[in-house]
């Protein structure tokens, strides 16, 4: 089945640096892959996502990268703010022999420092 | 539109006892999905639907049930809860390739 592997697990950067969160897939079928942010106590919600049609989308700060072949997405945030400090989930949604559904990552914890 | 709506939002059971985990969604998504999310964890997949009828076994289904009569509802039911159990648990739903919508969560303990 489908595995998704995401680096790194904790990221600690300073105010107003970026961060960058990576994942992988191993499922060549799967063809959409969402972004989620999730604070303390709540549900995760989405913040980006892509398809399989294209390599790069942003979205102000936040932008996500996608390498078919190699078969990894990356999420990139640009000027961190304290705001921005919470749990990321990678995800992918995959069809395959008819049915479909979606697998999350393990997880970034990303602390913002002021 | 409610979105996705769980019931109950907190439950302590005790060893052995059963439950069901309720959810239902005003969307008219195809696919729902359960998900157990332990202490500083991931989201891990316990069983999905891809409409009604239909469910399939996720990545961790020991010790869980499912049913999906309807586009609407998926319960998932807790037979004899053991405390490996205790866990936060999220209902999503979405379309096909697009945004899947949570659930608020339920606590559950298992003491």
């Known amino acids: 089945g489908e595995n998704v592997e995401q680096h790194p697990s904790t990221l600690s950067v300073q105010e107003g640096d970026s961060a960058v969160i990576k994942c992988t897939y191993s499922d060549s079928a799967s063809n959409y892959f969402p972004w989620y942010k999730q604070e303390l106590g709540k549900r995760p919600q989405l913040i980006i996502d892509?398809?399989?049609?294209?390599g790069e989308k942003k979205d102000q700060r936040i932008a996500v990268t996608l390498n078919k072949t190699a078969k990894h997405f990356s999420l990139h945030i640009t000027e961190t703010q304290p705001e921005d400090s919470a749990v990321y989930f990678c995800a992918v949604a995959t069809t395959t022999s008819g049915t479909y559904k979606y697998i999350f990552g393990t997880g970034t914890r990303l602390k913002v420092l002021a | 539109n409610a979105g996705v709506t769980q019931t109950p939002k907190f439950r302590i059971l005790k060893i052995g006892q059963s439950m069901t985990l309720q959810c239902t969604q005003d969307?008219?998504?195809?696919?729902m999905y359960w998900y157990r999310q332990d202490p500083g964890m991931g989201l891990k997949l316990i069983y999905y639907?891809?409409?009604?009828?239909?469910?399939d076994k996720g990545e961790v289904p020991n010790g869980y049930n499912v049913s999906r009569s309807t586009t609407e509802d998926f319960p998932l039911r807790l037979e004899l809860a053991a405390p490996s159990q205790t866990s936060v648990y999220f209902c999503?739903?979405?379309?096909?390739?697009?945004?899947?919508?949570f659930g608020q969560g339920t606590r559950l303990t298992v003491v």
């Open positions: 999503a739903s979405s379309l096909k390739n697009t945004e899947a919508f």
């Open positions: 639907s891809v409409g009604a009828g239909i469910t």
């Open positions: 969307m008219n998504h195809n696919y």
């Open positions: 892509i398809r399989s049609n294209v």
